[in-house]
């Protein structure tokens, strides 16, 4: 089946800093989907990205979405504690049935 | 917030005993998902639904069975549930244009 592998797995970020992570398949994906988990809560929907080269912005947040339709990243930038939590990648692909495939997902983490 | 509602939100039951989980939606999206959430596994697809009666396996199918009835209900059963069925459960919903989302999760052990 399709695999998404999303990295790193965990980092830990200072305030106002920027954080990087990204996700990679050997599939080809034709929707991209970015989402955050609080502690006790449901992922939240960040962004999604549609079409190949796409670049969406949600406040400090920016998702590409690549070239090859096999990978994508997401940028934070200027990072405030509210950030901490576990960021998930996720692909779709109409010729897999329209299935959503998660990464294992990024945990931020303050530093101290 | 998308009116998505799991229940129950809580679930302590015994091995070997049927459990059934309800997702409710009240957005007419089409398809539905059921999802588990292991730590390091993030999150795995049990089953998902593309249309009242029409329903397909996922990744990690093996123990539990689904119905849809009816749009709006999309129910999780685990036939005789085990340890290894201990889990945080996660529905989603989608209308096919890409954007998916989930309920609040149901939390369950199995002693």
């Known amino acids: 089946g399709q695999q998404l592998n999303q990295s790193p797995q965990s980092m830990f970020i200072q305030e106002g800093e920027d954080v990087s992570m990204n996700c990679t398949s050997s599939?080809?994906?034709?929707?991209w989907l970015w989402y955050k988990q609080d502690p006790g809560e449901g992922p939240v929907l960040l962004i999604a990205?549609?079409?190949?080269?796409e670049l969406t912005s949600n406040g400090r947040l920016t998702a590409q979405f690549g070239i090859t339709r096999k990978d994508s990243f997401l940028n934070i930038s200027a990072s405030i504690p509210s950030d901490v939590g576990i960021y998930f990648c996720a692909g779709q692909a109409w010729e897999y049935g329209n299935k959503l495939v998660f990464g294992a997902g990024t945990i931020l983490r303050v530093k101290s | 917030d998308a009116g998505i509602t799991q229940s129950p939100r809580h679930k302590v039951t015994e091995t070997g005993t049927p459990v059934t989980l309800r997702c409710h939606q009240t957005e007419n999206h089409r398809y539905m998902y059921w999802y588990r959430q292991d730590p390091g596994h993030g999150l795995r697809l049990i089953h998902y639904s593309y249309g009242v009666k029409d329903t397909d396996k996922g990744e990690v199918s093996d123990g539990y069975s689904v119905s849809r009835s009816k749009t709006e209900d999309f129910l999780l059963t685990l036939e005789s549930a085990t340890s290894s069925q201990t889990s945080v459960y996660f529905c989603a919903i989608s209308d096919g244009g890409g954007k998916a989302f989930f309920g609040q999760g149901t939390r369950l052990t199995v002693v």
């Open positions: 990205l549609y079409k190949a080269g």
């Open positions: 599939s080809i994906f034709n929707t």
